[in-house]
């Protein structure tokens, strides 16, 4: 059974940072691409980063871009989200998923955590 366990979620003011880290069990991790998602209050939860397998490929989504790093631990089968210059608009639940990449880096989840909320306060 795949299990996904975010931590590292909490509360920041505006230009802060956090680490968010997700520990996975249940598969070899490391033959998988993984990814974290973020479901803000009100809306659609949307793709923010993905790693391949060897952690040499990273993908972003337009609006975290030279703030967040995607990095994985394949030894420990954790992945890692790094959260820099944090704004309100950061505020969400943030999931931590394993998955696939296609040729193009395009990221499809198949086992989600259950979530950790990034609160951004101003």
């Known amino acids: 059974q795949v299990q996904l366990v975010e931590s590292g979620g909490g509360l920041v003011q505006v230009g802060g940072s956090l680490r968010l880290s997700c520990a996975a069990s249940?598969?070899?991790?490391?033959?998988?691409?993984m990814g974290w998602f973020r479901q803000a209050p009100g809306k659609e939860r949307a793709f923010v980063a993905a790693?391949?397998?060897?952690?040499?490929?990273?993908y972003y989504a337009d609006s975290v871009k030279g703030r967040f790093t995607i990095s994985r631990d394949n030894a420990k089968n954790t992945v890692y989200l790094q959260m820099n210059s944090l704004n309100p608009e950061d505020t969400a639940v943030y999931y931590c998923?394993?998955?696939?990449?296609?040729?193009?880096?395009?990221?499809?989840?198949?086992?989600w955590g259950q979530g950790t909320q990034v609160t951004v306060s101003s």
């Open positions: 998923t394993v998955g696939g990449l296609t040729y193009y880096g395009y990221y499809s989840p198949d086992y």
């Open positions: 790693i391949n397998w060897s952690g040499r490929s990273t």
């Open positions: 249940g598969r070899t991790f490391s033959r998988y691409a």
